[in-house]
């Protein structure tokens, strides 16, 4: 193995027991819900592709490959965007210190809002192969897409609360939610192609030390 898949190796491995650890805990609190969250519906994911990728790094089954590449991208981009979601829009434009508290300062927060999101990202960016079609960029948005409108419809006929203010239906104003609705969206496409472009850059710089 490479240096470079070394340190893949190792990343994958702390991202997949620090994210377990984070799931167990939060299990453990016995917090309602817990698949209705984008986070930890992310982690979940997370330590699953991390998963993959230590049991079939070196595998020579080309779809196989494919799939956790695949799966990677998606982990990796849907921990960026819950990165981006909690640092950017809850911590600043909530009650400040009561979301730094509830989102950063307990184990599986700490794990799952930071840690395993900076990991996962550094990881697959700059150490794993990465997607190459355009296309690509299609799976995390869709699978967000699916996540949005499973929970507003959850919420809508009142099966489960709205684990985000923004899927609250009831609580506010059919404009605001498609606002928060394109605007997520956006947000996750954004994540998506930047991920992949950083990951074909990293690809690119390397290509050319070891051509130089």
Same mark, same amino acid.
Request: hydrophobic share 55%; proline share 5%.
């Given at each position: 193995?490479?240096?470079?898949?070394?340190?893949?190796?190792?990343?994958?491995?702390?991202?997949?027991?620090?994210?377990?650890?984070?799931?167990?805990?939060?299990?453990?609190?016995?917090?309602?819900?817990?698949?209705?969250?984008?986070?930890?519906?992310?982690? #979940?994911?997370? *330590? !699953? %592709?991390?998963?993959?990728? /230590?049991? =079939?790094?070196?595998?020579?089954?080309? $779809?196989?490959?494919? &799939?956790?590449?695949?799966?990677?991208?998606?982990?990796?981009?849907?921990?960026?965007?819950?990165?981006?979601?909690?640092?950017?829009?809850?911590?600043?434009?909530?009650?400040?210190?009561?979301?730094?508290?509830?989102?950063?300062?307990?184990?599986?927060?700490?794990?799952?809002?930071? #840690?395993?999101? *900076? !990991? %996962?990202?550094?990881?697959? /960016?700059? =150490?794993?192969?990465?997607?190459?079609? $355009?296309?690509?960029? &299609?799976?995390?948005?869709?699978?967000?897409?699916?996540?949005?409108?499973?929970?507003?419809?959850?919420?809508?006929?009142?099966?489960?609360?709205?684990?985000?203010?923004?899927?609250?239906?009831?609580?506010?104003?059919?404009?605001?939610?498609?606002?928060?609705?394109?605007?997520?969206?956006?947000?996750?496409?954004?994540?998506?192609?930047?991920?992949?472009?950083?990951?074909?850059?990293?690809?690119?710089?390397?290509?050319?030390?070891?051509?130089?």
């Amino acid at each position: 193995m490479t240096k470079r898949q070394n340190i893949a190796l190792i990343l994958n491995i702390a991202a997949f027991v620090l994210g377990s650890i984070g799931i167990i805990v939060r299990i453990a609190r016995n917090i309602p819900d817990f698949f209705l969250y984008y986070t930890q519906l992310s982690n #979940v994911v997370a *330590v !699953i %592709s991390s998963a993959m990728f /230590i049991a =079939f790094r070196n595998t020579e089954n080309a $779809k196989l490959r494919r &799939l956790v590449i695949a799966v990677r991208y998606l982990s990796a981009c849907g921990l960026t965007m819950t990165f981006i979601v909690v640092m950017c829009i809850f911590i600043p434009f909530g009650d400040t210190p009561v979301m730094i508290e509830r989102m950063l300062l307990h184990v599986n927060g700490f794990m799952h809002h930071l #840690v395993c999101p *900076v !990991i %996962s990202a550094v990881s697959y /960016i700059f =150490f794993e192969d990465g997607v190459k079609t $355009k296309r690509a960029v &299609l799976i995390p948005f869709i699978a967000t897409a699916i996540y949005a409108f499973t929970v507003y419809t959850l919420n809508f006929l009142r099966l489960a609360p709205a684990p985000y203010p923004f899927f609250a239906v009831y609580d506010y104003p059919v404009p605001e939610l498609v606002m928060w609705f394109f605007g997520l969206m956006a947000l996750v496409a954004g994540i998506a192609f930047a991920v992949r472009a950083a990951n074909l850059a990293a690809a690119k710089r390397r290509y050319k030390n070891e051509m130089s």
